[in-house]
């Protein structure tokens, strides 16, 4: 199996790690390079199902600034990202909007919404 490099960040350290499949059984990671138990669980987790949290601007109307920022209320699938980021890129709000109001509820069906960062 192939080794990915991986840095964990999870904590300050920034452990770089190498993470490979072991092949006398699937699904489980041989892990090194970690300073802590957090980069285990950072491994398995970025290893099986890789998730981002998406931060970005919409236009917002009515407000002092003419971009609010926002993000994704919990991680999104890593795939999903630039598929997010065009949907993200079609909304338009009228102020005014308050920090945590939702934008867009259940955002490409994964579960996470978008939400404002910063009232407006």
Known sequence: METKEMICILCPLGCKMQVKE???QPGELSVRGQQCKLGVDYAY????????????TVVI???PLPRLPVKTSK????DLVFQALDEIARVEVIGPVKIGDILIKDLLGTGSDLIA???L
């Not at 991680?75 to 890593?78: A, G, H, L, N, V």
């Open 75 to 78: 991680p999104i699938p890593k």
């Open 22 to 24: 072991k092949t006398n």
């Open 45 to 56: 987790d970025e290893y099986a199902n890789p998730t981002r949290t998406v931060t970005s």
């Open 117 to 119: 960062t910063r009232s």
């Open 61 to 63: 109307q009515k407000a």
